[in-house]
């Protein structure tokens, strides 16, 4: 496969001004496009680098292709070139752009366009079983030993979870399934995971002599075939795989309110950085922290935060602010240096905001749930109105998303499957309705929502849902003009019903 495809013209220059046409008749020019064939990537990280092979190889120059892809080289002195499109996830992958041979000549312009690689290309060289129109991706990188300046790991795991919701054909319903693959890291410590879901989020986590990085999350968009990431290990510093899954277990014994215990790592790594908000502003007061590490910080009125004696390593930066989504940020971090890292936090959409908007927002809101997070079910308008001989929402979920219902009416409920296979105290699912918590399924009426999303595994849901989504969660989006439901005030709390 040629990882670059390139189209050569070449034409005479404009007519260069009075003052310009003793340059221009002793110059070339360069000019053409980078197309790019994924949406999910941004025209923004490719450049288009040139360099002189002959009479010397003194002229080097690069240039960055706008929003269109449109680049342009004045100036350059005749003499053949080699041109390329660097790309920072083509050349991770070691897919490396064939060379373009270009001949400069004074006076005259060269067209030069690229075209990238489709992510369905980059997946049949990383994984060698591309088809078009297959959901799959794969995510490719390598295992550095942070202990060792990165030196590679060889013979580490890398493990990947995610979840499948496969049709049961003999109940009709969809069955939660959490995939788990491992991938061994090769001489230089080089990994590929392959046949990973597009646009499911899914975890991936470096393990090596029993220790463990942090669990990252990731997701494929649409198109994008293959992500890079490169993921790194302090065996002195890491967490023990044991330990981690020790406290994974006492949580989901404490009940769905409880709140996972953490470690109190430690090491000599420093991390700094700024809380700002999509303003620009800077945010005092927000709590920091590394996962499962001892150190904690507050922003201070510039927004400034420092973390020392970390644990090296792939780590998880935390940040909550009231007010405002859980930011987590993956962060690469050495024994005995200081890394720098920028923050930003975005305001989750409040009730108000949402009741005010136009239904095209709302709906925009929903689809980009649908987009990002598909690690989860999802349900349209239009799918809700073909359920015609549905009467109450909880009947939306017959046969469909991974939940079970049961009831009818005020006393109806939805209950996770894995969930309650996991954790026997998960009688009911969390339900949000327009942005509020603790609402009844039956609520709403089908006729009032607008789309319906829903996690039945907690630790794939969405991070907004923190706290909220340990038994499942099923989030509604109300129709424009549809009052928000009446909620009966009831005494539920001390055994009152």
Not at 305 to 330: C, I, K, N, W
Request: with cysteine; hydrophobic share 40%.
């Amino acid at each position: 496969m040629r990882s670059i495809v390139v189209s050569l013209i070449v034409l005479p220059m404009l007519a260069p001004t009075a003052s310009s046409r003793a340059q221009g008749e002793t110059v070339g020019a360069l000019e053409g496009t980078v197309h790019e064939r994924s949406a999910s990537r941004s025209l923004l990280a490719t450049r288009v680098l040139v360099q002189r092979v002959a009479p010397d190889t003194a002229a080097v120059a690069t240039a960055q292709p706008d929003a269109r892809g449109r680049y342009r080289f004045d100036s350059l002195p005749p003499g053949r070139y080699v041109a390329r499109a660097v790309n920072g996830l083509v050349d991770s992958l070691r897919v490396p752009p064939a060379p373009i041979d270009l001949d400069i000549q004074a006076g005259r312009v060269v067209l030069a366009d690229f075209t990238l690689p489709s992510g369905t290309e980059l997946r049949q060289v990383v994984c060698g079983d591309a088809r078009p129109g297959d959901r799959r991706g794969a995510v490719a990188g390598r295992a550095l030993d942070a202990d060792a300046d990165g030196r590679p790991l060889e013979g580490a795991e890398i493990v990947a979870v995610w979840m499948d919701f496969p049709l049961d054909q003999a109940t009709r319903r969809s069955a939660p399934t959490r995939r788990v693959t491992v991938a061994k890291t090769g001489r230089d410590g080089e990994y590929r995971v392959c046949g990973v879901p597009i646009e499911t989020l899914f975890t991936l986590q470096l393990r090596s002599e029993r220790r463990a990085s942090a669990a990252v999350r990731l997701l494929i968009a649409d198109g994008e075939g293959v992500i890079a990431r490169d993921l790194s290990l302090s065996v002195r510093t890491a967490a023990p795989v044991a330990a981690l899954d020790s406290l994974t277990r006492a949580a989901a014994g404490k009940g769905r309110d409880a709140v996972r215990e953490e470690l109190q790592l430690t090491g000599t790594a420093e991390l700094a950085g700024t809380v700002r908000g999509l303003s620009g502003d800077p945010f005092k007061g927000a709590q920091v922290r590394v996962r499962d590490a001892r150190s904690t910080a507050v922003t201070d009125s510039a927004g400034h935060f420092v973390l020392s004696d970390l644990p090296a390593g792939t780590q998880m930066l935390v940040v909550r602010h009231p007010g405002y989504s859980l930011a987590e940020v993956p962060v690469e971090l050495r024994p005995g240096e200081r890394v720098e890292q920028a923050v930003l936090l975005v305001r989750p959409l409040t009730l108000e905001a949402i009741q005010a908007s136009a239904a095209a927002m709302d709906l925009e809101a929903f689809d980009a749930s649908r987009r990002t997070n598909l690690s989860g079910q999802f349900l349209t308008q239009e799918q809700i109105d073909r359920k015609k001989h549905v009467t109450e929402t909880v009947d939306l979920f017959d046969d469909v998303l991974g939940f079970t219902p049961f009831g009818r009416g005020p006393s109806a409920r939805l209950v996770s499957n894995l969930a309650l296979a996991n954790q026997h105290h998960c009688s009911s699912a969390s339900v949000i309705i327009q942005g509020r918590e603790g609402r009844r399924i039956n609520d709403v009426t089908p006729a009032q929502i607008a789309g319906i999303e829903a996690y039945s595994d907690g630790e794939f849901a969405p991070g907004r849902f923190a706290g909220q989504a340990e038994c499942g969660v099923v989030v509604i989006w109300l129709r424009k003009n549809r009052p928000t439901p009446r909620v009966d005030i009831r005494l539920r709390a001390n055994g009152y019903q």
